[in-house]
């Protein structure tokens, strides 16, 4: 129940739920349009409009007719509750809300919520005192905040209206009013829980302004009392500004306020913290301000302020970036000069290991001729021919036992030539016929057929005796090495059952590789074998892809067929074979099947092939396995590889006459004990394996009339390398 | 047929790609194909829904490394693998880092156009939600600390009269911040509010 009278002398009254009247000489009014919902308040503008407020609105009067005001401006403060209405001095309407209070001057609305820094509260005692202060209170305390506020953030002067709060004054909210008075001595007076608030006119305000304070600045935690001179390097550091505004009144609601200009862009609220923390700042200069208002709203003076820069670090400097380029191109050039003179010194090293080599292998030479001398005098059958006829004119006795064939018969007309075999016939008798007639002494192997119809393998020394300048007779020795000859062919058929089961066990080694290599295509041609079906299916096919479908599935059928060829060719049981051959293709073609098992090891194999590499003679498929098997066995060594050391290098160069190919790994290494017995059969340091594998490739590499041999690589792992000499007619 | 989206390629057989460019190509996608991981990583992605082939063996960084270091930049791409022999636990960790299938080569053609489109379907629809829960989030943002209190009370299924009795408040001024509520976030059903707040996580 609320009653108002108004200058006229209308008395206005509300009972409950939405119905208000008025009475005017002595009649009853009743007011229309108002919707349900409490009536709180009635109040008469100046201009003589009545105003009411109700739980669903704020309504004005004309004829007997509520219209609800629709302002924008109201629409801000979310709440349609008009709990309280008071006139200041200054013909300022003030209306309290649930969410805040509302100002109502020069026929415009202003509202103060949240945002404005006015708390979101049910208010519903509203008054301004003679000292132009509102004050507005309800369930949550009583604030109070000098108008002089509210006209400063209307022209958009500060962001936040200061109130002071009185926390331990809360109002029960009561839908009957009016609950506030101003005092004809001033003094105002509140509608209270029980009793009523009086506030006398004379009440002490502050008029002493806060003076702001910027007390510390820590950097990283450290003080830096001289707040004056502050400048650091950018980059991850925490600048920590401590401040904080003086006023003895009343500390505590002292309001303070700061910001760093280059950084926020508006002012902020410090609340109850009296410190600013920045990380990250960028280089530049900075203006750190504080001001502050005391408890009842007197502003600072003037505001605090700190200025501090902060410097670039030194890799964000332009001269440290023109350092940089620069030492890079030095850099560089430096380690070209240093690298090329390694280089050179490599080369002299290497020069020199060739010459030793080449002694050594002379000396070997003639301590062989002594060791053949030696043996010859033994089991040798003496022989004397003619020069011309080739017919023997005298044999030795062991020629009979040898043969089976008496001496009678040796020494027929062309006895030798009629038993040579005839498979060694031709060029035996050639080279006999060639040697005799530039009378020089040789030796050559060839074998001849004997009485009882077997080859006997015969090792020929003899000694062309010259008359005149003219080749008259032939003297010589004749040794049986049928012994020797057939454990050298055992030993090669051997070597190449061994070197087959080899090859297999590496293809066990190569099984996931090749089926990754064989599938690749086979994807892709069954791929564009249903894209072209997929395609000629459309009334108006694109004829141009259906062609290159086709086109890269012959293509791709090819890769596959030759893939298998490849592998097939690697166990294929076939005599050794021997034809001109480049030792970088040889290479290639051995490691394109290792290489996808070598990856999936996470190992990385490069490859530093010399261009235009001088051709070799020999056996591709032997040749490939050697450096299949050098290659499994560096990935081996390096199963357990450090980071930064997963690389194997498969090098090729060509040295005076030679052909060489290395493989490097970072790997386990070698001990300088193995080193030695590395190729000797049988000797294995891993646990499956058979010891085979180094031992076939030394007999491979020597029946190439080359050889090979194992070193440290530096810094870690082992080195494998072989040599071949390079083909007869390119040497020439 | 013309697709929305972005089929990208990865594998160092330059047949397949070949093969898996034109499947995709005369199937009306758009096709970016690359022969290495580290090609693919150079590559400035648009921003369109897509689906990543990818090779497992590689020279260079393998399929499922690329897949860890998409990961780590956040790329939610989604990856299907092909691989000529994988193995279950291959599949098992490239399942379990995200993948979207673990293929076998030779996959069917008609499998692969199927898996990428779903693929890149979904890829498009979490894309669209993600956007949207973003929205939604910036949205909240604007909400005062009252209107926020009242959205909370709101999408625990809370009547007006209820909120209004919690907050002290009355029921009118309960409806007011549940308008401006839905008026900021732009939706117009509270099933909606409360399917984006599950969503949103908030």
Known sequence: ?732 | MTSNGIVYIVDDDASVRSMVTRLFRTSGWQVESFASAAEFLDFRRPNAPGCLLLDVEMPGLNGMELQQRLSERHAELPIIFMTGHGDIPMSVQAIKAGAVDFLPKPVSDQLLLEKVELAIQTHAKQERESNEVKLFRERCEMLSNREREVMDLVITGMLNKQIASRLGITQATVKAHRGKVMNKLGITAVADLVRLCERAKL
């Open chain 1, 1 to 732: 129940m609320n009653c108002y009278l108004d200058r006229s002398g209308s008395l206005w009254f509300s009972v409950g739920n939405g119905d208000a009247f008025r009475i005017q000489d002595g009649k009853l009014h009743a007011v229309r349009g108002l919707e349900q919902g409490n009536v709180n308040w009635f109040l008469e503008l100046e201009s003589g409009e009545i105003w009411i407020g109700t739980e669903n609105g704020l309504f004005t009067v004309k004829n007997d007719r509520a219209e609800q005001i629709n302002d924008p401006a109201l629409a801000t403060i979310t709440s349609s509750h008009y709990t309280a209405a008071h006139v200041g001095a200054d013909g300022s309407i003030w209306l309290g809300t649930e969410t805040g209070v509302v100002r109502y001057k020069s026929g415009s609305f202003m509202a103060f919520g949240s945002n404005e820094g006015i708390s979101e509260e049910f208010t519903d005692r509203l008054v301004v005192d003679s000292r132009q202060h509102l004050w507005f209170g309800g369930r949550n305390g009583l604030s109070m905040a000098p108008i002089s506020q509210f006209d400063h953030h209307s022209k958009d002067q500060v962001n936040q209206v200061a109130c002071r709060q009185f926390e331990s004054f809360q109002f029960t909210p009561s839908p009957f009013g009016p609950k506030t008075l101003l005092a004809s001595d001033g003094g105002i007076w509140i509608a209270a829980n029980s009793g009523v608030l009086k506030i006398p006119s004379n009440r002490h305000i502050n008029s002493v302004p806060p003076r702001p304070q910027i007390e510390d600045v820590k950097l990283d935690g450290k003080s830096n009392k001289d707040v004056s001179n502050v400048e650091f390097a950018s980059g991850r550091h925490r600048l920590s500004i401590q401040f904080g505004a003086v006023s003895f009144s009343s500390p505590k609601n002292v309001r303070v306020r700061y910001k760093l200009e280059g950084y926020d862009s508006d002012w902020i609220d410090a609340q109850q913290l009296r410190s600013a923390d920045y990380t990250d700042l960028q280089p530049g200069d900075y203006q750190f301000k504080v001001t502050a208002t005391n408890e009842d709203g007197v502003a600072a003076e003037a505001e605090r302020v700190m200025t501090f820069t902060v410097h670039p670090r030194w890799f964000e400097t332009v001269w440290f970036k023109l350092v940089t380029v620069l030492s890079v191109i030095g850099f560089s050039t430096l380690s070209t000069l240093v690298y090329s003179r390694s280089l050179r010194r490599r080369n002299e090293v290497l020069q020199r290991e060739i010459n030793d080599r080449r002694l050594a292998e002379t000396r070997l030479t003639s301590s062989e001729k002594r060791f053949r001398d030696l043996a010859e005098s033994t089991h040798a059958i003496p022989w004397e021919a003619d020069a011309q006829t080739q017919q023997f004119t005298f044999v030795g006795n062991q020629a009979v036992e040898l043969m089976g064939y008496p001496v009678e018969e040796w020494l027929t007309e062309d006895f030798w030539i009629e038993h040579v075999h005839p498979e060694d016939r031709e060029d035996a008798v050639e080279y006999r016929l060639n040697t005799t007639q530039r009378g020089q002494n040789h030796q050559f192997e060839y074998r001849m057929i004997a009485a009882d119809g077997s080859a006997v393998w015969l090792h020929d020394v003899f000694h062309v005796v010259m008359t005149d300048g003219v080749a008259n007779r032939l003297r010589g020795f004749l040794v049986d090495v049928t012994d020797r000859r057939s454990a050298e062919e055992k030993a090669k058929d051997y070597l190449q059952q061994l070197s087959r089961l080899n090859r297999t066990a590496s293809l066990g080694e190569m099984a996931t590789s090749i089926a990754h290599e064989v599938n690749q295509p086979l994807f892709a041609i069954v791929g564009n074998a249903q894209i072209a079906q997929r395609l000629l299916k459309q009334d108006q096919p694109d004829m141009k892809e259906v062609r290159e479908a086709l086109g890269e599935i012959v293509g791709d059928g090819n890769r596959a067929a030759s893939i298998i060829d490849n592998v097939r060719s690697l166990t294929r049981k076939e005599q050794r074979a021997t034809e001109s051959l480049d030792l970088n293709q040889v290479a290639l073609d051995a490691i394109k099947f290792i290489m996808p098992e070598i990856r999936k090891r996470g190992l990385n194999l490069r490859t530093e092939l010399e261009d235009a590499l001088p051709a070799i003679n020999g056996n591709s498929i032997e040749l490939q396995q050697v450096i299949l098997n050098l290659v499994i066995n560096g990935a081996q060594a390096m199963r357990h590889a450090e980071k930064g050391y997963n690389e194997l290098l498969l090098q090729t160069t060509a040295q005076n006459g030679f052909v060489e190919l290395t493989v490097k790994d970072h790997g386990v290494g070698i001990e300088q004990d193995h080193l030695d017995r590395l190729f000797e059969p049988f000797f294995t340091t891993k646990p499956q394996g058979t010891g085979m594998g180094l031992a076939i490739n030394r007999t491979i590499i020597e029946a190439h009339r080359g050889s090979i041999w194992a070193a440290a690589n530096n810094p870690c792992g082992a080195e494998f390398r072989f040599r071949l000499p390079v083909a007869e007619s390119i040497k020439s």
